[in-house]
């Protein structure tokens, strides 16, 4: 069977075999349409599949698990937990840990340097800040309001203002683009959510290396990550998908 890796975040699908990603949103009415072309894209897609699922979205995730029981029978479908990760947890209540920073977790530890911790930062419908001690475990972390969660918030609980096109802002400019004194109203919004989310994070990793023995790796991961490591400048790597990149490690682990 082909193992293929689902990522089922707040507001997108993933797909990938480990050498193609395949992106759907499910905020649009009927996504599932999508799936099959989607799936297009991966050799032996035509032949069962193994569906290895990591899924911080309930309803989105039976909705998926409706329509593989319904059009692809033949294909399996495991869904992963915190009990299928590879790296050893100790929070309260493990099993309430969003998958998705486990699985980010997983990819820290294996690139880190064996002697140091790493701290993850995952930007995605929310940022997750997380710690990997220098012993390979999870500690937990913080998590913060994302950067379109933040512009949807802003636009509904006000009268006058705007809501940003975040996905827009990420692709089309650099951090060097964004000024810090917006000159009318959405660049003024958007100086306050993209500094504002670079000033979340510094802040975030700061207090944790305080706790800290040896100096941390710092991983940012997830949709901007990119153009907000950049401003972020020195000591912050961007790592391309480390939630599917964990998934994958999981399934090597498991077979």
Not at 96 to 120: C, H, M, Q, S, Y
Request: charge should be negative; charged fraction near 25%.
């Amino acid at each position: 069977m082909l193992p293929l890796a689902l990522d089922i975040g707040n507001t997108r699908c993933k797909f990938s075999d480990g050498e193609r990603v395949a992106v759907v949103s499910h905020q649009e009415n009927g996504f599932l349409g999508q799936f099959p072309d989607a799936l297009e894209m991966f050799p032996g897609h035509d032949k069962p599949c193994e569906w290895w699922i990591a899924s911080v979205n309930r309803p989105v995730l039976r909705k998926v698990r409706e329509w593989v029981e319904k059009n692809r029978p033949q294909d399996v479908v495991r869904v992963l937990t915190f009990e299928n990760i590879p790296i050893k947890i100790e929070v309260d209540f493990p099993e309430k840990v969003g998958v998705d920073r486990l699985l980010a977790a997983v990819t820290a530890n294996e690139i880190r340097d064996p002697f140091r911790p790493a701290i993850v930062v995952d930007l995605g419908t929310a940022v997750k800040v997380d710690l990997v001690d220098e012993n390979g475990i999870f500690r937990g972390g913080a998590i913060a309001p994302g950067l379109r969660m933040s512009a949807i918030a802003m636009e509904q609980q006000t009268d006058a203002l705007p809501q940003l096109d975040v996905e827009s802002m990420l692709k089309t400019m650099n951090a060097r683009e964004i000024s810090s004194v917006g000159t009318n109203t959405l660049a003024a919004i958007q100086a306050g959510l993209f500094w504002g989310t670079v000033g979340t994070i510094r802040e975030l990793v700061t207090q944790t290396a305080k706790q800290l023995t040896v100096p941390p790796e710092i991983f940012l991961t997830g949709g901007g990550a990119r153009t907000v490591c950049d401003g972020l400048g020195d000591g912050f790597f961007y790592v391309d998908e480390m939630v599917m990149k964990g998934i994958r490690t999981t399934i090597r682990h498991t077979l």
